[in-house]
């Protein structure tokens, strides 16, 4: 009848229960968002419960965060969420008077072995992040600092542009002890390959990133084969990242390293399946060793990611000529007239008279 029964405090935890199953058992997309969101304006009904009326405050700004006009209600109420744990004056808790009259110890632990409630080092480090992904880097920097999250602290002073704050924060932690994050930081803000060695030794060549920065290094300074070297110790001890694979692919396409590039535009390809250049590369690896019938599926894929790169179509149309294949042949033809007449593309080449003469003599 439309009338909002009380729940018990047991109940009102059941619901937070299932609503982060919904979460957990399904995909991260709106209709999930609404149907949580049915389970968190019935508790929120109640306010019988510091604990459990909290959790659903902090789980409905998770939620809230998502959406492109919510965004900046939403971390200000985790703001608060996570000031109402001290009892400093801030933005959120502005005046003495709401800090004492704020619910007692034993009111705020009375259930909290019902819920999950994140503890505040995890909350600050959450809030921290999400300020961070807004661009607001030097906040996000200073709660980092404030729970001693070192190197996303050097990291979001990096992205504000504070780099001898960075510099300074990073030999202050080195003199404390020695990490292999922090030398690769310093590496990062000097640019001395010397800070990445020292990060490789500190960690007995376990750490992949900083193989990767000194690979980043060396190809910056024109030093393929050096660049190369790093790049595949890196991705031995971590090989998930695509576009790491792909800086691969370039350097050996231009060391002519023609088997090592294959091997990594296959990988991009295997991890990412929608990155077009990658196929495309594939297929001009397959073209340059005179595999024409190896490169013609890799250029139906790249064609079907990105249909207006017209190098992606003189590639098809020599492939398809190799392989008598004079339908698809014209297909191509049409499709790089079409892209130059039409779309106004630059650089598309005339039709060559041999072009021609092969389709027109093949089908003949």
Same mark, same amino acid.
């Given at each position: 009848?439309?009338?909002?029964?009380?729940?018990?405090?047991?109940?009102?935890?059941?619901?937070?229960?299932?609503?982060?199953?919904?979460?957990?058992?399904?995909?991260?997309?709106?209709?999930?968002?609404?149907?949580?969101?049915?389970?968190?304006?019935?508790?929120?009904?109640?306010?019988?419960?510091?604990?459990?009326?909290?959790?659903?405050?902090?789980?409905?700004?998770?939620?809230?965060?998502?959406?492109?006009?919510?965004?900046? %209600?939403?971390?200000?109420?985790?703001?608060?969420?996570?000031?109402?744990?001290?009892?400093?004056?801030?933005?959120?808790?502005?005046?003495?008077?709401?800090?004492?009259?704020?619910?007692?110890?034993?009111?705020?632990?009375?259930?909290?072995?019902?819920?999950?409630?994140?503890?505040?080092?995890?909350?600050?480090?959450?809030?921290?992040? %999400?300020?961070?992904?807004?661009?607001?880097?030097?906040?996000?920097?200073?709660?980092?600092?404030?729970?001693?999250?070192?190197?996303?602290?050097?990291?979001?002073?990096?992205?504000?542009?504070?780099?001898?704050?960075?510099?300074?924060?990073?030999?202050? %932690?080195?003199?404390?002890?020695?990490?292999?994050?922090?030398?690769?930081?310093?590496?990062?803000?000097?640019?001395?390959?010397?800070?990445?060695?020292?990060?490789?030794?500190?960690?007995?060549?376990?750490?992949?990133?900083?193989?990767?920065?000194?690979?980043?290094?060396?190809?910056?300074?024109?030093?393929?084969?050096?660049?190369?070297?790093?790049?595949?110790?890196?991705?031995?001890?971590?090989?998930?990242?695509?576009?790491?694979?792909?800086?691969?692919?370039?350097?050996?396409?231009?060391?002519?390293?023609?088997?090592?590039?294959?091997?990594?535009?296959?990988?991009?390809?295997?991890?990412?399946?929608?990155?077009?250049?990658?196929?495309?590369?594939?297929?001009?690896?397959?073209?340059?060793?005179?595999?024409?019938?190896?490169?013609?599926?890799?250029?139906?894929?790249?064609?079907?990611?990105?249909?207006?790169?017209?190098?992606?179509?003189?590639?098809?149309?020599?492939?398809?000529?190799?392989?008598?294949?004079?339908?698809?042949?014209?297909?191509?033809?049409?499709?790089?007239?079409?892209?130059?007449?039409?779309?106004?593309?630059?650089?598309?080449?005339?039709?060559?008279?041999?072009?021609? %003469?092969?389709?027109?003599?093949?089908?003949?």
């Amino acid at each position: 009848d439309n009338k909002i029964r009380d729940l018990n405090v047991l109940d009102q935890s059941i619901l937070l229960a299932m609503c982060l199953d919904v979460k957990n058992t399904n995909p991260a997309d709106g209709l999930t968002g609404e149907e949580m969101g049915a389970y968190l304006a019935r508790v929120l009904h109640h306010h019988d419960d510091w604990i459990i009326y909290s959790t659903a405050l902090l789980e409905r700004s998770w939620l809230e965060f998502v959406g492109n006009h919510t965004k900046e %209600r939403a971390i200000l109420q985790m703001q608060a969420l996570a000031d109402q744990h001290t009892n400093r004056l801030t933005i959120t808790q502005s005046t003495r008077k709401s800090v004492e009259e704020s619910s007692p110890v034993q009111d705020r632990l009375r259930n909290i072995h019902t819920i999950v409630y994140p503890p505040r080092w995890q909350m600050l480090a959450d809030i921290a992040e %999400r300020y961070a992904s807004l661009g607001i880097v030097t906040t996000a920097a200073e709660i980092y600092t404030e729970i001693e999250y070192w190197d996303e602290v050097v990291d979001c002073y990096r992205r504000a542009g504070k780099d001898s704050l960075a510099v300074e924060i990073v030999k202050d %932690r080195l003199k404390i002890s020695e990490t292999p994050r922090m030398w690769m930081a310093l590496g990062d803000l000097t640019n001395d390959p010397a800070h990445y060695e020292k990060a490789i030794d500190l960690s007995r060549g376990r750490f992949s990133m900083a193989y990767i920065a000194l690979g980043k290094y060396y190809y910056d300074k024109g030093d393929l084969s050096k660049s190369a070297s790093s790049y595949k110790q890196g991705l031995k001890l971590r090989p998930l990242i695509p576009s790491v694979w792909f800086r691969l692919g370039t350097i050996s396409m231009k060391l002519g390293d023609w088997d090592s590039a294959l091997s990594s535009f296959s990988e991009v390809a295997q991890q990412q399946p929608d990155t077009a250049d990658a196929w495309s590369n594939i297929a001009a690896v397959h073209m340059h060793n005179k595999q024409p019938l190896n490169a013609y599926p890799a250029l139906i894929e790249s064609l079907k990611l990105n249909r207006s790169n017209w190098q992606m179509w003189d590639n098809k149309l020599n492939v398809c000529l190799d392989l008598e294949k004079y339908d698809e042949a014209v297909q191509a033809c049409i499709m790089l007239l079409d892209l130059k007449t039409t779309h106004s593309a630059k650089g598309v080449p005339d039709l060559s008279e041999k072009c021609i %003469r092969a389709i027109v003599g093949g089908t003949i």
